[in-house]
């Protein structure tokens, strides 16, 4: 296999051979795995969409494990090389593409981070919607991959809500464009949604085409509220669901979250005997918001 992956040639990346660099690429920094590592054979640090293609084409022929990698910020090392395999590395592809505000859409490709499109579109007045916990370190490719949530995920939905066209490369090298630019796509089958979550089993996504929205009109409000107990919590938010505030954010911790909270941060949440707490958000409170709030 060895004499087999050094024939591997690309028109305009990078491939890494020296094992130092390779045992970086056998374990995600991040991940809560137990785990001494990987080595893979080699790396591709890929610059173009004609890398993607030869390596994949490659790997396929020769029937070695190939593992995509974005920015490597997954918690269960699922970017991480495996022993013997390649690792695709795709951060160099990170490029905004474009941004169409009329049509509130734009275009990126798979290693552009959360966080800088939408940071970039706030400027305009717009702003992508998937946030999870990752939001400033993790490459929208990899959002796709793993149809990556979030708190705002109760609003807006995960990522599989603001994508709506897919550029893949698949198994033999091909590249192929489902979905559209426009919001409503029935046509054929929903090869995009299929994709969506598919961690790199189906195909490659090298670029896509993402919903933007605009910046809710008014202020918004994020605040806490402790309870006695998580069927107080429970009973609440049902009521603020039914309410009309249209929340962003509910997020509910238990008493042992709670406990850690109070004491990484120095606070007393817990001090009144609290149980459950939740975190809410609304994106913009109108008139009396607030006191309804209190009232559930």
Known sequence: MTEKVSDLKIPDGEILRDKKELLVYGKDEYTQEVSS????????KAKSVADVQATTKFAN??????????AGTSIVN???GIDNGIVLDLSGLNKILEVNIPNQYAIVQAGVLNGDLDAEVRKQGYFFAP????????????????NAGGMSS???????????????????????SVGSKTFKDNVGYDITDLIIGSEGTLAIVVSATVK???????????????????TDLSAAVQKISASGLDPSMLEALNDTSIEALDNYEGV?????????????????????????????
């Open 37 to 44: 590592g990987y080595l893979p054979s080699l790396v591709v």
């Open 268 to 296: 007393h949440l817990a001090k009144d005997g609290a149980k459950a707490l939740l975190i809410f958000q609304l994106d913009a409170a109108p008139s009396g918001a607030l006191e309804a709030l209190k009232k559930f």
């Open 61 to 70: 022929e020769h029937k070695i494990p190939l593992t995509v990698r974005g």
């Open 212 to 230: 933007l929205l605009p910046i809710p009109f008014g202020k918004s409000v994020t605040g806490l509220a402790t309870f006695a107990s998580m």
């Open 154 to 176: 109760l609003k807006y939905g995960t990522t599989k809500q603001s994508v709506i066209g897919l550029d893949l490369v698949l198994a033999d090298g091909s590249l192929l």
């Open 131 to 146: 946030d999870p916990g990752s939001k400033p370190i993790s490459s929208i490719g990899g959002n796709i991959a793993t």
């Open 78 to 80: 699922s970017s991480a």
